[in-house]
């Protein structure tokens, strides 16, 4: 079992940076691609970033290509999203989740087997 838990969400004004981490323990996030979805109200779950095991290839959505890095520290089993440029459609619920669909590190949800509970970002005018 992995349990990932995220943290380093918040209120943040348009044009900021916010930095997500993704910690896992359980079970280290060896071998395992890891992605970030958000989520808002009414909406479906968006793909917004993946990076394969061990960091060699990642995966954006259009929407945040160039503005959000996705990285990953296996030594301290955690994996980042940071975020710049954030706009007031950011505003979401960040989920990071894991899959054993490594390369290329997925983009559909359906593909990860382990998810956390989220953390909110809310980007203000």
């Known amino acids: 079992q992995v349990q990932l838990v995220e943290s380093g969400g918040g209120l943040v004004q348009a044009g900021g940076s916010l930095r997500l981490s993704c910690a896992a323990s359980?079970?280290?996030?060896?071998?395992?691609?890891v992605g970030w979805f958000r989520h808002t109200p009414g909406e479906e779950r968006e793909f917004v970033a993946a990076i394969s095991w061990p960091g060699t290839k990642t995966q954006y959505s259009g929407s945040v290509k160039g503005r959000f890095t996705i990285s990953r520290d296996n030594t301290k089993n955690t994996v980042d999203l940071q975020m710049n440029g954030l706009k007031l459609e950011d505003t979401a619920v960040y989920y990071c989740a894991a899959s054993s669909t490594n390369s290329p590190p997925p983009v559909q949800s359906g593909e990860y087997y382990y998810w956390g509970q989220g953390t909110q970002v809310t980007v203000s005018s």
């Open positions: 359980g079970r280290t996030l060896n071998y395992f691609a």
